[in-house]
């Protein structure tokens, strides 16, 4: 799917997620992906908008981009880091973010990685312990083609003073995900302090995929 008919879907999939029983159902919103990024100009474009970027573009390339914001209504803490990254310096890629939508687009080369963390410079102290999984809805283009061209999303979750958890999941098709709890063992969800959710595409070539409706817990699998 191209990244413009994807832009164009986007709207009409935040209602469709929205109405899903998982959304409707959600105890806690990690991320409502209402608050933009902050604005800025992609190389060789005119046009601000709410974007990272990382790689090369003609003569301009930075290996990483890198957005924290802080006073977030619609993100749990208020606080948000994300990070762009595509340390080759061999293709282009980019996210933005606003509106209920994450998407996230690459060039025909290694995909880079984009990575949402939550946490990092205050603790979260938030309950989850009622909640059963991490859920979100991709729609992207990783099972078209070719090839298949799975994303490797991992999580890192810490509570308390433990040391950190981390597991790794494969997306690969569209739809919703839903990450269990249980996976994440030595966590105590009653107090978690800090979460990170990486999304690798360097191993594959021309990956695009949008995150639609935020990040959230849900109580059932």
Request: aromatic share 10%; glycine share 10%.
């Amino acid at each position: 799917m191209s990244t413009s008919s994807r832009f164009a879907l986007a709207g009409i999939g935040v209602s469709l997620f929205l109405a899903l029983p998982s959304a409707a159902h959600a105890d806690h919103v990690i991320d409502s992906f209402m608050n933009a990024l902050p604005s800025q100009t992609l190389p060789y474009s005119s046009t601000p908008g709410p974007f990272l970027w990382a790689g090369t573009l003609g003569e301009l390339s930075q290996p990483l981009d890198i957005a924290s914001q802080t006073s977030l209504s619609g993100v749990v803490g208020g606080a948000r880091t994300v990070k762009v990254r595509e340390a080759t310096l061999s293709n282009f890629v980019y996210t933005s973010l606003a509106s209920g939508t994450l998407s996230y687009a690459t060039g025909l080369a290694p995909s880079g990685t984009l990575t949402l963390e939550y946490g990092v410079s205050a603790d979260l102290n938030q309950n989850l312990s009622a909640d059963r999984a991490f859920s979100l809805y991709l729609d992207g283009d990783l099972n078209t083609g070719a090839s298949p061209r799975p994303v490797q999303l991992t999580i890192t979750v810490k509570s308390g003073g433990m040391p950190a958890v981390s597991r790794t999941f494969t997306l690969l098709s569209d739809g919703q995900y839903k990450f269990p709890f249980s996976a994440f063992s030595g966590v105590s969800f009653s107090d978690v302090d800090y979460l990170k959710l990486q999304f690798d595409a360097s191993q594959v070539q021309g990956v695009d995929y949008d995150l639609i409706g935020g990040l959230r817990t849900v109580t059932y699998l």
